[in-house]
């Protein structure tokens, strides 16, 4: 563990700790936000009385529209010359969100990081090639800094430029590689294309996130860069990455929460209320020791669930794997439809890829699905030199299988069309949307 006495504290003291941060966050912002301080106000709260976390849920949500509605510093707590480093996400409609931390975020996120980085099979005086975007996005320059305090080299590539990258990869020898699990099959594809060995290659961790991804990945990631790749998880309003981590010996049971920083809960999506451990709601996290920007339960829009984890090497909470946002669920003929749940299936096909889009439409009577799915290379081979008669009937007999397996794990009739190896855009560095919504043109 990078920070064993932290990380190892028992229930109690951790909820003790966080009632403790949580009244000195509270005090933050009502007496250095009007925002807060209006929003309390006006709703009767007095935060002298939520003395303990558990009484967290009689507080109101924050949302992203209070963001953009307070654009770009007016949730900032502290004054402007405190500022020392100012990010923004993407935001892909209108002004983007920013988020402003002071020296002492920037320690916490350095900490965080460097914890995450450990649990994930990093370890000091080992190389890091950061293929995470610098910039703006908070993943290249949060990643960079908690590298460097775990005592590693940072070998700051960003994200794009894939041939570059390759040859980082081979020549500059890192033993950890952090990026998208999209650019992570990206670069696995093209190392395969250039004849790369990666048995070959120093790397052996992979630590990858921004995105919403399945074992399916994992598994084609593992294989095609031979490392074993675990999962980061982080928003820019909570800090950056590094908000939850997965052990890199705990594949599969879930995300380590650094709880004593940001508190998480699950909350039901419609009516709002506060779920039971292991129930799947919206997350919702409230930043205990952020100074710049502190959040009161930020509602993130992503979907999942939490879970101690008896046999975990820590004590802190688990997140599950994210499976989607709520603004990104499709919902279908009444069915609602995250893309991650077709991806699941994807790994009982040994002779697809998990390269796929969902384009969605409306037929004019009603939404329909089309699962475009790719042929993985090897398979890819021996096909092209069958006959045409024997291709279409291949493709129609894969279709046919995905077909039921989907409507048997996700209770709906999609159209499925196996294409050829290459066909389904890439990532080019970054983020990869994975759905072609046409109902909106
Ligand atoms: P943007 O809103 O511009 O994408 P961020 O870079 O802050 O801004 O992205 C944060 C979001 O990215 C999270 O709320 C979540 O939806 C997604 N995300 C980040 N890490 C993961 C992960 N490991 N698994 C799934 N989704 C993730």
Sequence with gaps: MYNKEIESLSIEELRSLQSERLQEMLQRQYNNVPFYKKQFDEAGIDIKKIKRIEDIHQLPFTKKTDLRDNY????????????????????????????????????????????SLYAAGARPGMKIHNAYGYGLFTGGLGVHIGAEKLGMAV??????????????????????ITCTPSYAQTLAERCKQSGIDTAQLQVKYAVLGAEPWTEAVRQDIEKGLNVKASNI????????????????????????????????????????????????????????????????????????????????????????KIKGRADDMLIIRGVNLFHTQVESVLTDFERLAPQYQLVVENNGRMDTVLVKVEKEEAFQ?????????????????????????????????????????????????????????????
């Design 72 to 115: 770009p510093y007016r949730l900032s707590a502290v004054p402007e010359e405190e500022f020392a480093r100012i990010h923004a996400s993407s935001g892909t409609t209108g002004k983007p969100t920013v988020v402003t931390y002071t020296k002492k975020d920037l320690d916490t996120f350095a900490e965080v990081v460097a914890r």
């Design 233 to 320: 998880y982080g928003l820019s309003e909570i800090i950056g990455p590094g908000v939850s981590q997965e052990d890199v010996d705990e594949q599969g049971t879930g995300s380590y929460v650094w709880e004593d920083h940001f508190y998480p809960e699950i909350v039901d999506k419609d009516t709002k209320e506060p779920l039971p451990y292991g129930e799947e709601g919206v997350l919702v996290f409230t930043t205990l020791t952020k100074e710049a920007m502190p959040f009161c339960r930020y509602w993130t829009n992503d979907i999942c669930t939490l879970n101690y984890d008896p046999n975990g090497k820590r004590t802190h909470v688990k997140m599950g």
């Design 155 to 176: 070998i700051p590539v960003s994200g794009g430029m894939t041939e570059r990258q390759l040859m980082i990869l081979q020549d500059f020898k890192p033993d950890v």
């Design 381 to 441: 081979k021996d096909y092209n030199a069958l006959s045409d008669a024997r291709k279409t009937e291949l493709d129609e007999e894969l279709g046919k299988k995905l077909v039921k397996k989907i409507k048997d794990n996700v209770g709906l009739t999609m159209k499925v069309e196996v294409v050829n190896f290459g066909d389904i855009p890439r990532s080019q560095g970054g983020k990869l949307s994975r759905i072609l919504d046409l109902r909106k043109k």
